[in-house]
């Protein structure tokens, strides 16, 4: 909990002073609290990094979180395309990640491999394109395979170092691609981007209730911080590729498997032809609840969209590729776009150049 400046751990006892108060760790309220020394010790005032902070983010316009309740919903996947869409559409773009146990934005944007380098302005990004800039532990480490063990107070550092040392120059959108849950990293980097103004958060979840769990606690945090909702993105809402990308088996039933793709293709070919052209759609979460839309509207958030779960769509996270760069992804890609239109203000004309965007 906290009160601007002023924070107040959530083990306190009652009447704490707070960590900044002239009495923190003095006070009677303070004896035998956990966290007396500390606070008796620490520095009090406000931060003196957040003037550099404040002043090193003036040259952005906006910026963006991209939380999730839980991992593996396809958060930083969200992060990267949305980064690829805005950069398609002109804007100059910065992509910030701070999941620092688990970078996985230099993968999906195909950087492995590079390194940071320093100018007399601070660390310079890492450019996939002149108007796409990318920061990331993951350029830091001399191993992608190499294990972060780092404790609360050594990542809140790195995260305040990104934000104060990093050379975005002019940007229009940075977009920050953050870890799963409400954790330490989460509360540093709200409380460093808002003396500088923050747009707000864009939370991904999966359509079934295990997910939902974790994404209503996500908003909580969100409210209970100050940071507004821009609204809630279903990933990987039921599947959606072309019935051509399939490939088809007999099964007996002793469990052998007889690949049937060849002839299954050709009998539609000649039988049915106008069904090479169809799209198979099916469930593979349960969203009989409601999902996410129907959290959305017990939580008061807006509902920004889905995007079914496309295999092509993970091929070009994998390869580190924009899924608006081809036409492969007809089915994630259109759905990302609409989403896109609802995020950028006069976007709708704009998301066409998308399309050829590398």
Not at 123 to 140: A, K, Q
Request: hydrophobic share 35%; charged share 25%; glycine share 10%.
């Amino acid at each position: 909990m906290e009160n601007g400046y002023n924070e107040i751990p959530e083990n306190a006892p009652e009447h704490c002073p707070g960590t900044q108060s002239d009495s923190a760790g003095k006070a009677d309220a303070c004896q035998g609290c956990p966290n007396q020394e500390a606070c008796a010790t620490a520095p009090k005032g406000p931060d003196p990094d957040l003037v550099e902070i404040e002043k090193r983010m003036e040259n952005v316009k906006h910026k963006i979180l991209v939380l999730s309740g839980k991992g593996g919903v396809g958060k930083s996947t969200f992060s990267a395309q949305l980064s690829f869409a805005l950069a398609g559409m002109n804007y100059h773009v910065g992509l910030l990640d701070i999941d620092i146990c688990g970078p996985s934005i230099p993968k999906m944007l195909g950087l492995e491999g590079q390194d940071i380098h320093q100018s007399n302005y601070g660390w310079s990004p890492v450019y996939l394109e002149p108007n796409l800039g990318v920061m990331s532990i993951g350029f830091m480490l001399p191993n992608p395979d190499e294990a972060v063990i780092w404790r609360g107070p050594r990542k809140n550092g790195l995260i305040k170092q990104f934000l104060k040392d990093v050379d975005w120059g002019d940007v229009e959108y940075l977009v920050v691609d953050a870890p799963p849950g409400t954790s330490d990293e989460h509360i540093s980097i709200v409380q460093l981007l808002q003396v500088t103004g923050i747009d707000g958060a864009i939370i991904v979840t999966t359509p079934q209730e295990v997910s939902l769990i974790d994404v209503r606690k996500e908003v909580s945090f969100c409210k209970k911080v100050g940071l507004p909702v821009l609204g809630v993105v279903e990933n990987m809402s039921g599947l959606q590729q072309p019935l051509t990308d399939f490939r088809f088996k007999k099964v007996t039933e002793i469990g052998e498997e007889t690949d049937v793709t060849e002839w299954a293709l050709q009998y539609m070919r000649e039988k049915a032809p106008e069904m090479l052209d169809l799209v198979v759609c099916g469930e593979v979460f349960d969203s009989s609840k409601g999902g996410a839309t129907k959290m959305c509207m017990e939580m008061g958030v807006p509902f920004l969209g889905k995007v079914p779960m496309d295999p092509h769509l993970c091929k070009a996270a994998e390869e580190g590729r924009s899924c608006f760069a081809d036409q492969k992804c007809v089915a994630s890609a259109p759905a990302l776009k609409k989403i896109i239109q609802k995020l950028v203000p006069n976007s709708a004309s704009e998301t066409s150049s998308v399309d050829n965007s590398a």
